[in-house]
């Protein structure tokens, strides 16, 4: 077993669920709103803070903790707090590390509702975007204002899969005073580790890989106790019976990544060799263009990829109706292979071009099926088109 598999099942085993009640190998779901006091002097000292209960399962819930110990353990950090959304842990973030007239520099692929934020939310409090390419540090270096507070990363990002030097952008930014924060979903805690590089904050979408069953939407924030202590509470928090759905998926994530990496890796090979595939976008591939800067900050590849069919909008709707496995969707991290074009916007094809996709350009989730029917289900695909 490779060593970052052996890391993430011991911990995900080795630290307990918070509640031993009648020997349960699965704890129960704490599920209730509030929590009795025996007396009144109990709720005097616990509101002192002299004495540690729960009260009120918006401001903390045993089931949550286990899992927000867990995930706090596999990403290297003191704390996590989890979300009702990877969308509520991103705003969140954003709130915790900027003020009026703070500047941010983020990267021109990152994540849709980042954009949105920044675009149509923050300007009324003054607070200023730079986008840049971010795979070279010249790009950050440039951007930088005396404002700048917050350079917000994804790495690779989840189409294009543009890597940042995560190391090299934390020392610039340390010598400017500015916080990083990373959303960390593609790589997961299994093949990345931002803390471990002096990122101050590490964002996921559990609804994509810690869920993994796609049955749960969620989020997570990762960083120091005082960090974590001190993000606002917006109310956006995760349901208990969602963490208890996570605290399932976690049992299995080792195992689940082993399988999309090696599974994504032969798929990502194969369609390298397709006479009808233009570009393979995967940080796993040789071929990648920053292979190197990947296989220095990665411990391996989840199952996500993007390629390009060499075709016009209708040749990639009949790939795409050609699919007899793979669903059609437009999340992914699921057990199941998932795919989306980025002609199903439905625009012009310059208009795709101009969002920065190819006009041909399929993203691919590679789940958990066996191999073979991954493989031959594209395959067949790939002659309609
Ligand atoms: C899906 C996604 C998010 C948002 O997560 P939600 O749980 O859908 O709100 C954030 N970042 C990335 C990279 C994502 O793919």
Not at 37 to 42: K, M
Not at 60 to 83: M, S
Not at 190 to 198: C, E, I, S, T
Not at 323 to 331: A, D, K, M, Q
């Amino acid at each position: 077993m490779r060593e970052v598999f052996r890391r993430v099942q011991e911990i995900v085993t080795g630290i307990d669920d918070n509640t031993d009640i009648y020997g349960a190998v699965v704890p129960p779901t704490f599920e209730n709103t509030i929590y009795r006091y025996p007396d009144f002097d109990t709720v005097v000292e616990t509101t002192k803070g002299h004495v540690a209960r729960y009260g009120y399962s918006k401001n903390a819930n045993p089931t949550t903790d286990a899992l927000e110990k867990k995930l706090a353990a596999l990403e290297n950090g003191e704390a996590a707090r989890c979300f009702s959304s990877g969308t509520a842990a991103i705003y969140t973030v954003l709130l915790s590390l900027l003020k009026q007239g703070s500047h941010v520099i983020t990267v021109n692929n990152v994540y849709g509702r980042v954009v949105d934020f920044l675009r149509n939310w923050f300007p009324q409090f003054g607070v200023e975007t730079t986008y840049v390419a971010g795979t070279s540090l010249a790009d950050f270096e440039a951007a930088i204002r005396p404002n700048t507070a917050l350079i917000y990363l994804e790495s690779p990002t989840s189409w294009h899969f543009e890597l940042q030097d995560i190391r090299a952008v934390v020392k610039l930014a340390a010598s400017r005073g500015i916080k990083v924060a990373i959303d960390n979903t593609w790589a997961t805690p299994v093949f990345q580790n931002p803390l471990d590089y002096g990122v101050d904050a590490v964002i996921h979408s559990a609804s994509k890989y810690l869920g993994g069953h796609s049955d749960l939407v969620g989020g997570a924030v990762i960083g120091s106790r005082a960090y974590i202590a001190g993000l606002p509470q917006l109310g956006a928090v995760l349901s208990p019976y969602e963490a208890s759905k996570m605290l399932k998926g976690l049992r299995t994530l080792a195992l689940r990544m082993e399988r999309h990496e090696s599974n994504a890796m032969a798929v990502a090979a194969m369609l390298e060799n397709e006479p009808k595939v233009r570009a393979v976008r995967y940080p796993g591939l040789r071929s990648f263009d920053q292979h190197e800067l990947a296989a220095a900050q990665l411990h391996g590849c989840s199952g996500l990829l993007s390629f390009t069919l060499d075709t016009d909008p209708a040749g990639v709707r009949r790939y795409i109706d050609a699919l007899r496995h793979i669903s059609i969707g437009g999340s992914w991290g699921g057990f199941e292979s998932v795919t989306y074009a980025a002609a199903m916007s439905g625009d012009p094809e310059e208009d795709i071009v101009k969002r920065g996709f190819a006009v041909g350009q399929i993203r691919l989730s590679v789940g958990l099926e066996p191999l073979d029917t991954l493989l031959e289900d594209i395959r067949g695909a790939l002659q309609r088109v």
